[in-house]
């Protein structure tokens, strides 16, 4: 009697559960240059740029970075509030990976600051959301053969 | 004489064979001690028997007179199994050494111990390889000079406590070949403790190992160099019985009563029943000179006993289904008969042969497993060649390694690019991201016009071809961390696949799979 898969449920699952990246953080003011450092600090590509009081101003990204700075005129100590996206998009821990995945579908960014009131929780990144639903289907994607043509049609051994 | 019972004496167990152990050889102590506590056990004469392996050590079962096997180098323990399992009833010992035991049957003791039975093993160390003439064993210290190591040992010893103590031994202790009597005590609390017994013998191999052992076992030095465990009693050492062992933290130090307000209470009380071995594993990594060497009972703990437990199963599972038969197990269902000259081989089979149905099944269960009814799951199985074809329009741009990083910006910023490949049609140097680019260029000062993008390019060590799955490549990007992998393609050149892409055709899935059931409704 074959086993039937159950069908997949990690769709509702809140995005709490999956592994969030630590966030960059910068203050306002901060230049564009020390701005690039701590993002190379965290290993990550994007940054957040908070007020005094930690709220939430912007966002820059490697992108923005590539378009709005590099070969322009503006110099590196420019403050990153001049470039960075303002009003970012965000959400918060009880969103679901199928929401998630939504919103990465339908917007071009990579990385979504997940903010419980106003306190940064981490950032929800595209790479992070596919690692999350292939984490789920270990048959399907994780636990064989580097390639699939080499999955075994027949067991053997014994 | 009636009415009283008659007692074995040691002379019941000395045998009549000539020994061949060198004069002044360690071992003869523990045949000494051996021989002292057999009769002092109650048990009858024909209920012992000695089993060894291949050494010097081993050639102990000849000079005790009781049953024994001389047998394979280091499959003592293997023989003893055998022997307590069909006869529980005896009182069976394993005679090794470090060579026999941790070398050439290292494998055989670990699971001996590990499922205790009722064995008591007698390993004698020796640090060499006696019988064939001064070889380093793997016990020999580091820097060891024997035949086999001229220029000294270079391999890491074995602890033998340590492998014994992995090995879930439920009995461990260690003795000095110069100490016979607290050799006979222990063997005794051994032979008394129901499971696995396991001693160490550090014993002197006069000839080519003479000073072995010699730092701890002369009788000048040993008070202050041994540390003789004894149950409820603080761990206390040297000839002015003045010295203990405490813990700072989670090491043991070396104190000294009366020193640095330290008294007697502060000590570390010997346990031998903990049952965790965390406690014996600290004293068998306590070495001289850094320590006291720990000598006694180590640990002595209570756990299921392997021949029991078969018993037992045996019991019950003939109560279930009746005493079977020898012969129809070993014709089982299927079996060939050859001729006495070997020119017809017959086979004989009785309905089906459960090997074959056993794989089948085990191929209809892989199938299942694989053939997934979800639709998402399904698709992980699509090719990645329509992948890339169906949601990325544009071919990924490639530069040559020699193109200035200048130019890999402007590509970057006119074509809104995430990544760039670096090579020609035939080969694939590296791939170039909008990350390589901002850490180089903001914070560094480079000349971008001349410096060529090899120097800042990151190497591919995975290309994809277009027929892997979109399983596969979920998978090597979870791996390498990054959000883009190359693709070979099957008309020549390279293509990129993306998260963002994957992602889209996970989405377009399950938009689809949602339609098709509001549709069905």
């Given at each position: 009697m074959p086993a039937v898969r159950k069908k997949e449920?990690?769709?509702?699952?809140?995005?709490?559960k999956v592994a969030l990246q630590r966030a960059a953080v910068v203050r306002s003011g901060t230049t564009i240059v020390d701005a690039v450092r701590e993002m190379k600090v965290n290993q990550i590509g994007c940054v957040l740029v908070v007020d005094a009081q930690g709220a939430l101003l912007g966002i820059l990204s490697n992108g923005d970075l590539l378009h709005e700075f590099v070969g322009t005129t503006l110099p590196g100590d420019t403050p990153v509030d001049t470039i960075m996206t303002k009003n970012p998009f965000t959400a918060t821990p009880e969103l679901n990976v199928q929401e998630a995945l939504e919103i990465f579908h339908s917007q071009p960014f990579r990385h979504l600051p997940i903010l419980s009131g106003s306190t940064i929780r981490g950032i929800l990144s595209i790479r992070g959301l596919m690692a999350f639903i292939g984490e789920h289907l270990p048959l399907e994607v994780l636990n064989l053969p580097p390639d699939s043509s080499l999955i075994a049609a027949r067991t053997s051994g014994g | 004489m009636d009415g009283l019972k008659e007692y074995l004496t040691r002379k019941d167990f000395v045998s009549s064979s000539e020994v061949r152990?060198?004069?002044?050889?360690?071992?003869y102590a523990v045949l000494n001690a051996v021989q002292n506590v057999l009769p002092q056990l109650g048990i009858p004469k024909e209920k012992y028997v000695f089993v060894s392996g291949i050494g010097c050590s081993s050639r102990f079962p000849y000079y005790l007179d009781t049953y024994g096997f001389h047998s394979i180098h280091g499959r003592a323990p293997t023989l003893a199994t055998g022997i307590k399992v069909a006869n529980p009833e005896l009182s069976v010992w394993v005679v090794t050494g470090d060579?026999?035991?941790?070398?050439?049957?290292g494998n055989h003791l670990v699971h001996a111990l590990r499922r205790n039975l009722d064995l008591n093993i007698i390993l004698f160390n020796n640090k060499i390889y006696g019988l064939t003439k001064g070889q380093y064993s793997p016990t020999s210290e580091k820097g060891q000079v024997t035949k086999t190591s001229p220029y000294g040992v270079i391999d890491e010893p074995i602890n033998p406590l340590r492998i014994a103590l992995a090995s879930e031994a439920t009995f461990l202790g260690r003795v000095v070949d110069t100490d016979p009597k607290h050799i006979a005590e222990v063997l005794r609390a051994g032979a008394e403790h129901r499971g696995a017994t396991f001693v160490e013998v550090l014993q002197t191999c006069v000839i080519f190992n003479k000073k072995g052992w010699a730092d701890i076992s002369e009788r000048a030095s040993r008070e202050d160099r041994l540390l003789y465990l004894e149950q409820g009693k603080p761990l206390i050492f040297g000839e002015k019985r003045n010295k203990g062992i405490m813990l700072r933290g989670t090491n043991p130090v070396v104190v000294t009563i009366g020193?640095?307000?330290?008294?007697?209470?502060d000590l570390v009380v010997h346990d031998m029943y903990r049952e965790d071995s965390v406690y014996a594993a600290m004293l068998a990594k306590m070495e001289y000179p850094a320590y006291p060497m720990p000598v006694g009972v180590f640990r002595a703990v209570k756990k299921p006993v392997y021949e029991d437990e078969l018993e037992e199963q045996i019991k019950q599972v003939t109560a279930l289904k009746g005493r079977r038969n020898l012969q129809a197990l070993l014709r089982g269902s299927e079996y060939w008969t050859v001729s006495g000259n070997g020119s017809s081989i017959k086979r004989s089979s009785t309905v089906g042969s459960p090997e074959r149905e056993e794989s089948q099944v085990m191929d209809e269960q892989v199938h299942a497993l694989l053939k997934s009814t979800d639709p998402l799951t399904a698709s992980l199985k699509t090719k990645i060649g329509r992948i890339f074809y169906d949601y990325d329009y544009k071919r990924s741009k490639m530069l040559s390694p020699r193109d200035s990083i200048a130019t890999a910006i402007a590509n970057f910023k006119s074509a809104r690019l995430e990544c760039i490949l670096v090579g020609d049609t035939k080969r694939l140097y590296g791939m170039l991201s909008e990350r390589d680019i901002i850490q180089n260029v903001v914070l560094t000062s480079i000349d971008r016009d001349r410096m060529p993008i090899s120097a800042i390019m990151r190497p591919v060590y995975e290309i994809m071809d277009e027929s892997n799955s979109l399983g596969d490549v979920i998978n090597i990007l979870s791996i390498s961390g990054h959000r883009h992998v190359p693709v070979r393609l099957k008309d020549g050149g390279f293509g990129l696949v993306t998260v963002r892409q994957i992602l889209s055709f996970i989405h377009d899935t399950v938009q689809q799979v949602v339609k098709q059931e509001e549709e069905l409704q």
């Open positions: 449920t990690f769709w509702s699952e809140p995005i709490a | 152990w060198c004069p002044g050889c360690g071992d060579g026999d035991g941790l070398s050439i049957g020193e640095q307000g330290v008294t007697a209470s």
